[in-house]
């Protein structure tokens, strides 16, 4: 009789799992060419939430495909396919801005919910009512830096060097607008090359240190153009000369850091994630990343941004029965509130962004390893390009 039991419930269980809803969802990302190790740690991300959170009743089927570059037309045609080919139900990914921008007119033709796990541009949510970030707006980090600077750090003068696209022109306006708010002057704003290359940053940084700022923020993409800019800056002698190197967190990204050596000591950055962060679903996350890709690997920004980006697509499961209609999903979504490794976040239901803390960190050597020491931490920060209707997020 018992023997019966356990065959019918075995027989139950392989039932449940053959009649499980799929749930497809379309991840876009820089899998091969300059962005393939940030495509490698928001694909790190996405597994580490199904991992320590299982989405129990659904069969989630991932499709990858590779959009190569961030030229935009690459990831269009990428979008078309994933939508009319692979059938996905939900589009996921967008490590570049120009690509999210470009795809925006695909994704409203797919009516698809379609999470952005990195590209930071401000206004890309307003291209499409289907987008919802996970990641940030470059506004969080640079108006919220530029405050800081002025009035933590005690600037009164910056230089500005930033990647000539669009999240850097972002960068530049949101620091500018704040430092300047603040009582500070911006001496210098100069254009470095573009994303799709590591430029040779010594003739940018030499024109920033002869105009002799407090401080010189620098955006670039992370990846080799973060690794290249602290090099470019201790070879220069820049902190001996007096000036301090601040930026968002792009410039020390957790998976480059302990390669930058002494020239990163003393760096300021703000931003809403470093691996260091002492929270306990930060500590999970780390532990849980480093037992499966090992104890020198580390997540990042953009890690998170696929963690998190994984959640919401989660919860609009759940919320919707499997079935993800792009409407009841984004019901679902807004407001949703979540706690994160980067600490709580909300999805703002106005503009479908993301409202989250920002941290000031300053890198120091600790026990042989460079740390990311928070100075001070700034909670439920919006996108203030939206906050502030500053065009063309009016």
């Given amino acids: 009789m018992i023997g019966k039991f356990i065959l019918a419930s075995a027989l139950a269980t392989v039932a449940c799992l053959a009649q499980a809803q799929e749930v497809r969802i379309g991840v876009n990302l820089p899998y091969t060419g300059i962005g393939a190790e940030l495509a490698q740690q928001i694909d790190r991300g996405m597994e580490q939430y199904l991992k320590l959170n299982p989405v129990k ?46 795809a925006a007119p695909v994704v409203n033709a797919g009516k698809k919910l379609a999470v952005i796990m990195n590209a930071g541009t401000a206004h890309i949510t307003q291209m499409s009512n289907y987008y919802v970030r996970t ?18 750090l005690k600037a009164k003068t910056a230089v500005v060097g930033f990647t000539d696209f669009p999240p850097g022109k972002d960068m530049l306006a949101s620091f500018r607008r704040a430092f300047e708010a603040s009582g500070g ?5 100069i254009p470095m090359g573009s994303a799709g290359a590591v430029p040779d940053f010594t003739p940018f940084f030499q024109r920033a240190k002869d105009k002799k700022p407090d401080v010189f923020f620098v955006f670039v993409p992370a990846g080799d153009h973060s690794s290249a800019v602290v090099r470019t800056y201790g070879a220069l002698g820049m902190r001996a000369a007096g000036i301090k190197l601040i930026g968002p967190g792009d410039i020390t990204q957790d998976n480059k850091l302990q390669g930058m050596g ?14 260091d962060l002492t929270n306990a679903e930060n500590q999970r996350f780390v532990a849980s990343w480093k037992k499966d890709y090992g104890a020198d690997s580390t997540p ?17 499961i759940r919320a919707t029965k499997g079935k993800v209609d792009a409407e009841e999903a984004l019901t679902a979504l807004r407001g949703w509130k979540f706690a994160s490794p980067r600490g709580p976040i909300l999805i703002d239901p106005e503009t479908r962004d993301i409202v989250m803390n920002q941290y000031l960190s300053e890198v120091i050597m600790k026990n042989g390893r460079l740390f990311q020491n928070t100075i001070a931490t700034f909670e439920n920060v919006k996108d203030a390009c939206k906050a502030l209707k500053i065009p063309p997020c009016k």
Avoid: C
């Fill in 262 to 275: 002494s020239a990163a000591v003393g760096l300021v950055t703000m931003h809403h994630y470093h691996a």
């Fill in 185 to 189: 002057k911006v001496l210098d704003e």
């Fill in 135 to 152: 990641s940030f707006s470059m506004w969080h980090a640079g108006y919220t830096m530029g405050e800081a600077a002025a009035k933590n």
């Fill in 300 to 316: 990042d920004f953009m890690a998170v941004g696929g963690y998190d980006g994984m959640a919401a697509i989660a919860h609009a």
């Fill in 57 to 102: 009743g659904y069969k989630i089927t991932i499709v990858k495909r590779d959009v190569k570059d961030p030229s935009g037309g690459n990831a269009r045609n990428v979008i078309q396919e994933l939508l009319t080919q692979d059938k996905v139900d939900v589009l996921a990914g967008w490590v570049y801005s120009p690509n999210a921008i470009a």
